[in-house]
Structure formats: C-alpha cells, structure tokens
T-cell receptor, first 114, second 115 residues
C-alpha cells in the first residue's frame, strides 16, 4: 500500500459526459501528479500540482482540468468525454522538494467511455 | 528534455533462468532512474531506483540494475526468474530540474515466464 488513494476504482460513462476523479496523496506529500495509461499512448504525464499551485503541464487536453485543494487532495475533471478517453488514470505523490526520488502511485481509476 | 527507450517490447524466459530487460535513457540534467513493475490489473510498484549514489542498485524481489553513464543505459537483471515475475516493466527517468519533476516512462517490456 503506497498511501496514495484514488476514487472511484472504476467509472463507466457515456460520450459527452463529465466525470471527476479524486486523489489523496500520502500524508505529508505536497506534490500530486496525474498520469494517463492507454493502450495506444502508453503512460503519459498530464499535470503536476505543488501545494495548491499548478507547476507543470504535460499532454493534457483542454477538455481536462485539475486542481489541488487546501487539504492537498486533488481532482481531475474530464469533460465532453470521447471514446478515446477510456484509460487508466493514475495519480502519484511525493514531497515536492529535492532530492527528486520516486513517486508513489495510487491504484488508479479505470475510466470506460461507451 | 528527457526520454527513455526500452529496447524490447516482449521478453520470454524459462523459470529459473536469468532475466535481462534493457533500457537506454537520455536526459539534459543529472537523471534519476527507476524501474517500476505493473502486474495485470494492478497499479505501479517501485522495483528499484538510481539517484547518483552507487551505480549498482539492488531492488525488491532479487532484481538489480546497473547505471552506466558512458552507455546511457540502466538495464534490469535478475539471476533466476520466478513465475510471479510475469508482469509489465517500465524504465523511468526523472530530471533534477525544478519545474520538470515529472516521470517520463518507457513504452514497457512485457515479461513472460515459461514454466
């Protein structure tokens, strides 16, 4: 158990809908990272938040947004969903300060868009 | 910029024989390197990490990796494969550059163990 929690584990929805994925980092970690794992794109970095502020963006679509709240949990919002958004979404956390060692991953949310 | 190339998408070995999963990296800054494992329908688990200390790194479950700067390689090895090692393995690079702390994943190597 990494100490990172994600809810829900599974999400099934229809095209055009909007969903919210939630992540709670390990106790004491200030950074949250979101990654998408799909068959065609592999594991890709989406976005990084540090202590409530956006620090870096990766290959995140404009239809997707995220935020980190004062209690440090984070939410990833996916809107106008398309079939191609079906994927496993991971969040990870770390202390957010050097040295930059490993990130600790949650169990993931599997999103299926029908 | 940073990138990782996993040289084999699939590797099959017999139980009890050595495992070698190959990885080459590229990084503009002093990199940290990791191997993560993903069992079917599971999350990502850290196997081992290199963070500029010893170049030969020992991880969990008998896995090792050697950082070779001259060859920009970080190959993963295990002397004797076990059935429970069947999984997807990811080589991962992370720069030490502020604002670029994300992990960059290789495309993965699927390890199959033949009984």
């Amino acid at each position: 158990d990494s100490g990172v929690t994600q809810t829900p584990k599974h999400l099934i929805t229809a095209t055009g809908q909007r969903v919210t994925l939630r992540c709670s980092p390990r106790s004491g970690d200030l950074s949250v990272y979101w990654y998408q794992q799909s068959l065609d794109q592999g594991l890709q970095f989406l976005i990084h938040y540090y202590n409530g502020e956006e620090r870096a963006k990766g290959n995140i679509l404009e239809r997707f947004s995220a935020q980190q709240f004062p209690d440090l949990h984070s939410e990833l919002n996916l809107s106008s969903l398309e079939l191609g958004d079906s994927a496993l979404y991971f969040c990870a956390s770390d202390g957010g300060r050097p040295p930059y060692n490993e990130q600790f991953f949650g169990p993931g949310t599997r999103l299926t868009v029908l | 910029a940073q990138s990782v190339t996993q040289l084999d998408s699939h590797v099959s070995v017999s139980e009890g024989t050595p495992v070698l999963l190959r990885c080459n990296y590229s990084s503009s800054y002093s990199p940290s390197l990791f191997w993560y494992v993903q069992h079917p329908n599971k999350g990502l688990q850290l196997l081992l990490k290199y963070t500029s200390a010893a170049t030969l790194v020992k991880g969990i479950n008998g896995f090792e990796a050697e950082f070779k700067k001259s060859e920009t390689s970080f190959h993963l090895t295990k002397p004797s494969a076990h059935m429970s090692d069947a999984a997807e393995y990811f080589c991962v690079v992370r720069s030490s550059n502020f604002g670029n702390e994300k992990l960059t994943f290789g495309t993965g190597t699927r390890l199959t163990i033949i009984p």
